[in-house]
């Protein structure tokens, strides 16, 4: 079956810092892979996708490329701000049809000034 | 803006009585699903509905249901909830069929269980 795997959390910067977040995945076929984040008290929403191979999704500074020969999906900004402080989940859905999500466990990312 | 509504934001209850949390979209969106998400957790499915069509997750116990009257609306009843059904319970949508699969989340209920 289709499984996420997170680093675990939390992971604590400083403001300006640079994030990797790590994303590695076991799926068949060509996935389309997501990050999506939660800030405190919210529901989750979007931060970017991708949908195959190669493809870089991005958005508010955070970037993320898809890798097939590794099979990851690696989180990354280059300054951090204490905003940025929130849970980002790892998630997939895989080709053929299954439109039900695969989430990874979540890594808390928490910014000091 | 086109988006998901969940309501209460805040439901206290008692153990053993009836709560129901409301979920309603602006998308038109095709699927709707219920997450259940405790603390520092995943969200895990609970169930959806492809259009009219229910998808009861295989774990989710029976003391949960739900309703989809219609496209826009959504609700899940706990029959008797238990201590450990206090949790933040998510509404998503997706529109499937039209090559996307991102989901888009209401804010959330959080249920308290006294």
């Known amino acids: 079956g289709n499984s996420v795997t997170q680093m675990e959390g939390p992971v604590t910067l400083s403001e300006e810092a640079f994030l990797t977040i790590n994303c590695t995945y076991t799926a068949t076929g060509y996935p389309s892979l997501f990050w999506y984040v939660q800030y405190p008290g919210e529901g989750l929403q979007l931060l970017l996708k991708?949908?195959?191979?190669?493809d870089k999704g991005s958005n508010k500074g955070f970037e993320a490329t898809y890798r097939k020969e590794t099979t990851s999906f690696h989180l990354e900004k280059g300054s951090v701000q204490v905003s940025d402080s929130a849970v980002y989940f790892c998630a997939l859905t895989s080709s053929g049809g299954s439109y039900i999500p695969t989430f990874g466990r979540g890594t808390s990312l928490i910014v000091h000034p | 803006d086109a988006m998901v509504i969940q309501n209460p934001r805040y439901q206290v209850t008692q153990f053993g009585k009836p709560v129901t949390l409301s979920c309603s979209q602006t998308?038109?969106?095709?699927?709707m699903y219920w997450y259940q998400q405790k603390s520092s957790q995943a969200p895990k499915l609970l169930f959806h509905?492809?259009?009219?069509?229910?998808?009861n997750e295989a774990d989710t116990p029976d003391n949960f249901q739900s309703r989809r009257p219609n496209t826009s609306f959504c609700f899940l009843d706990i029959r008797s909830p238990g201590l450990g059904d206090a949790a933040m319970y998510l509404c998503a949508t997706s529109r499937v069929g039209q090559g996307t699969d991102t989901q888009y989340f209401g804010p959330g209920t959080r249920l308290t269980v006294l």
């Open positions: 991708a949908t195959k191979a190669d």
């Open positions: 998308l038109n969106h095709n699927v």
């Open positions: 509905y492809y259009d009219k069509d229910f998808n």
